[in-house]
């Protein structure tokens, strides 16, 4: 695909037209409550293919595949009653559940990266919901934008890295919460095991072990030790940057963009990756972050920084 891509208001037209292109098998940018999604129909694997292909994606990095809700979810997954309980707890919202896969699950082998588990997600963007119900198959969609680099807000940071190489854009404005979705897998007998951080918090921060599994493997995304980015040097926990640094300010600590000047975590985690995309594009060669105190949604903002930074 060599065409400019097509940026449309997400109107009822422009949700319509985007429905045909992913019936047809094409790929769509579509806002979601975290960020922007790049969606293809999950059950075909030509179009999941063309996700891995437009993105530059490892096959090994498996995708979340979005649902409307528990009824649909269920045919894709086995659900304990303990992840009956998180989806309706959650669900539509920022929570992803890595679950065990059904072993005729309609559903393009890629989804789950050759893994027996699969990462399913309702989520609560009025946007993707109303897709969603205008389709009877369920959308794979990982962050849109290439492999490894700053997950999009806007419509602007999806072709920053994605013009010419999907179909369409539905400009649904800004995302709210600004970091991806918590991921956490329901193990056998209930127990649950962080993935990685986000917007829905289940874990008391002082005794939850850094994300990641335990099986060493790549069990969903966000897992790889270096991600989200601004392809420039990234320095952490810094009150005051060297000239040639980019500065990421926070709450007192100033900068040439402030995630939050009244130390809101929520309005960080929101700025954060118009910050990096700001930094990424700005004369300075390197980048500087103020510290970020490591509760609520600052475990998240912590957690993209130092992949960013890796």
């Known amino acids: 695909m060599s065409n400019k891509t097509r940026v449309i208001l997400a109107d009822a037209e422009g949700i319509a037209r985007a429905a045909q292109i992913l019936r047809d098998g094409g790929l769509v940018a579509v806002p979601t409550e975290t960020v922007y999604g790049l969606a293809a129909r999950a059950d075909s694997a030509d179009a999941v293919a063309k996700i891995y292909a437009a993105k530059g994606r490892p096959s090994f990095n498996p995708l ?6 528990l009824e649909q979810a269920r045919r894709f997954a086995d659900f304990s009653n303990v992840a009956k309980d998180l989806a309706a707890r959650h669900w539509p919202g920022p929570l992803t559940l890595v679950l065990p896969r059904c072993e005729d699950a309609p559903l393009a082998p890629a989804v789950s990266a050759g893994l027996p588990t699969i990462a399913l997600r309702a ?4 946007v993707m919901r109303a897709l969603l119900a205008q389709l009877d198959f369920p959308l794979a969609a990982p962050s849109a934008n290439l492999s490894g680099f700053i997950s999009p807000t806007t419509p602007a940071h999806v072709l920053a890295s994605l013009d010419g190489r999907i179909d369409l854009v539905l ?12 991921i956490v897998a329901v193990r056998d007998g209930g127990r649950l095991e962080e993935l990685r951080p986000g917007p829905v918090a289940l874990f008391d921060p002082a005794n939850t072990p850094p994300s990641g599994s335990k099986t060493g493997s790549i069990e969903a995304p966000g897992q790889l030790a270096s991600h989200y980015a601004p392809g420039k040097p990234v320095r952490l926990n810094v009150i005051k940057a060297e000239p040639d640094e980019f500065m990421i300010g926070f709450g007192a600590v100033a900068g040439d963009c402030n995630l939050s000047e009244t130390g809101s975590l929520k309005e960080a985690a929101a700025r954060l990756y118009t910050c990096l995309h700001e930094a990424a594009v700005a004369a300075q060669t390197s980048i500087a972050v103020a510290p970020i105190p490591d509760t609520a949604e600052g ?4 957690d993209r920084l130092r992949r960013a930074a890796a």
């Open 64 to 69: 979340i595949v979005h649902v409307r809700d």
């Open 123 to 126: 989520p609560d963007h009025p």
């Open 171 to 182: 400009d649904g404005g800004a995302c709210s919460a600004g970091v991806e979705s918590t």
């Open 299 to 302: 475990r998240a903002i912590n």
